[in-house]
């Protein structure tokens, strides 16, 4: 059995921050020293085609399997939640809050473009020449930016920028 009250974690920030990078990263430390974890790219909850394109509804498939899959883990009693997601805005934040139902720190990843010009290009696939296209928009309006606990430079070894996210959030 668990220990404490579950606690997440939103790893956030512009398309190629190193997002996911950082929660894998992070599962890895929290592995190594026996505190029982769950790991999720929110991205993928919500990555289906049908037949119609509907942001609304697109959020509304992430809330509904993040529900679900949260509650799976719940069940098992897992401590830590390591989320990635690039939030727009407060309203999408607050709708992840409710349905995960426990204490949410946000840590936005902070990077300069032309850093995410290199990793996003080195991926040949369309979607990250369109993610290349939003982080730039996103980077010059300064969306997503101002909803997070606390941001972290993302220019630096991964071990190093996991070990102040972890070290600030005193889970480790």
Avoid at 27 to 45: F, P
Avoid at 113 to 127: A, Q, W
Avoid at 149 to 165: G, H, K, L, Y
């Amino acid at each position: 059995m668990g220990q404490g009250q579950p606690e997440a974690v939103l790893i956030t920030g512009v398309y190629g921050a190193g997002k996911s990078s950082v929660i894998e990263e992070m599962a890895n430390v929290l592995e190594d020293r026996g505190i029982r974890y769950a790991a999720m790219d929110l991205d993928w909850l919500s990555w289906f085609d049908a037949g119609w394109d509907d942001d609304v509804a697109e959020h509304e498939m992430l809330l509904r399997n993040l529900g679900a899959v949260v509650g799976n883990y719940r069940s098992a009693d897992i401590e830590r939640y390591l989320l990635a997601l690039s939030v727009e805005d407060g309203a999408t934040l607050q709708s992840l809050k409710d349905v995960l139902d426990m204490r949410m720190s946000v840590i936005r990843l902070t990077l300069d473009l032309d850093t995410i010009k290199e990793r996003l290009r080195s991926s040949v696939t369309t979607g990250r020449k369109v993610d290349l296209q939003w982080a730039e928009i996103w980077l010059a309006q300064g969306t997503g930016a101002g909803s997070e606990d606390f941001a972290v430079s993302n220019d630096r070894p991964i071990q190093d920028v996991t070990d102040e996210i972890l070290r600030r959030l005193s889970w480790v």
